[in-house]
């Protein structure tokens, strides 16, 4: 599996409030990458002919999400899109030629099935800790180490590596931390041992962390979001990042993969 590389930043919005972080987020990301912010809002409103009240309140939702992720990040290449469809289909869809989703509430859905790394963040500040990486055994914990290395690097710092076991698990637990970062060829990495229950201990760390990076899942093959997965989606104070990796490249579509291409947003 690989983490893409190409492709735009994707920010699903709905809500000018709770989304603000996510749209920050975004902007940042997109920006330090050197690629485009797609802010997408998932019209569910009543199938006006033209552009009815319903449409342009959701318009106006995305121009506004634009214009704060122009403001918080200036030279960001932002560009809205409103689309037809359901919020968590439509961003799944999008996850396949994107190199990142941003979302600033759990939607279940799309950070458990997603094509490319899910960052999920309801936090009003931007977190100025370091980029933490949560690594298991699974093949997940490669992933998202590399993700942090890379995202850190970014951002001018060292990401750390952490691992969570139980007490007595202690020479276990830096087997897996010497296999992760050997396997993800993290040399540079701050590595940490802690002793506890995974889900409680990582919403912890979540509490310093500038980022959280982790995989969806243990070492399961379930669509599902593990347990740990799930319980830091649903209680993180910062923002979190869900690992997702394709064997594809960036941008492969399957036959009979529906796709959505988005145009600018204008008014007919």
């Known amino acids: 599996?690989?983490?893409?590389?190409?492709?735009?930043?994707?920010?699903?919005?709905?809500?000018?409030?709770?989304?603000?972080?996510?749209?920050?987020?975004?902007?940042?990301?997109?920006?330090?990458?050197?690629?485009?912010?797609?802010?997408?809002?998932?019209?569910?409103?009543?199938?006006?002919?033209?552009?009815?009240?319903?449409?342009?309140i959701a318009a106006q939702l995305v121009d506004e999400a634009v214009s704060t992720a122009q403001r918080s990040t200036p030279g960001v290449d932002a560009r809205p899109h409103l689309v037809d469809g359901s919020p968590g289909r439509l961003l799944l869809r999008l996850s396949r030629g994107a190199v990142l989703v941003v979302l600033g509430?759990?939607?279940?859905?799309?950070?458990?099935?997603?094509?490319?790394?899910?960052?999920?963040?309801?936090?009003?500040?931007?977190?100025?800790?370091?980029?933490?990486?949560?690594?298991?055994?699974?093949?997940?914990?490669v992933l998202a180490l590399r993700f942090a290395v890379e995202t850190a690097g970014r951002r001018g710092g060292t990401a750390h590596a952490v691992h969570v076991t139980e007490p007595g698990r202690e020479a276990d637990g830096e087997r897996v931390l010497d296999e992760v970062t050997a396997r993800a060829g993290a040399t540079a990495v701050r590595?940490?041992?802690?002793?506890?229950?995974?889900?409680?201990?990582?919403?912890?760390?979540?509490?310093?962390?500038?980022?959280?990076?982790?995989?969806?899942?243990?070492?399961?093959?379930?669509?599902?979001?593990?347990?740990?997965?799930?319980?830091?989606?649903?209680?993180?104070?910062?923002?979190?990042?869900?690992?997702?990796?394709?064997?594809?490249?960036?941008?492969?579509v399957k036959p009979g993969d529906e796709v959505p291409v988005l145009l600018p947003l204008t008014p007919t």
């Open 191 to 252: 590595r940490r041992l802690l002793i506890g229950s995974p889900g409680a201990t990582l919403v912890g760390v979540s509490r310093r962390a500038g980022l959280l990076v982790l995989g969806p899942r243990g070492g399961h093959t379930s669509a599902r979001l593990g347990t740990v997965a799930d319980e830091v989606l649903r209680r993180a104070a910062g923002p979190a990042v869900f690992v997702h990796g394709v064997r594809h490249p960036a941008g492969f």
């Open 105 to 141: 509430g759990p939607l279940v859905e799309v950070v458990a099935r997603a094509w490319c790394p899910v960052a999920v963040t309801r936090a009003q500040r931007t977190p100025s800790g370091p980029v933490v990486a949560a690594v298991d055994a699974s093949p997940y914990a």
């Open 1 to 56: 599996m690989q983490i893409p590389s190409q492709g735009p930043v994707v920010v699903g919005v709905g809500d000018p409030v709770t989304d603000a972080a996510a749209v920050r987020l975004a902007a940042r990301e997109a920006r330090s990458r050197g690629r485009v912010l797609q802010v997408v809002h998932a019209f569910t409103g009543p199938g006006d002919a033209g552009w009815g009240p319903a449409r342009r």
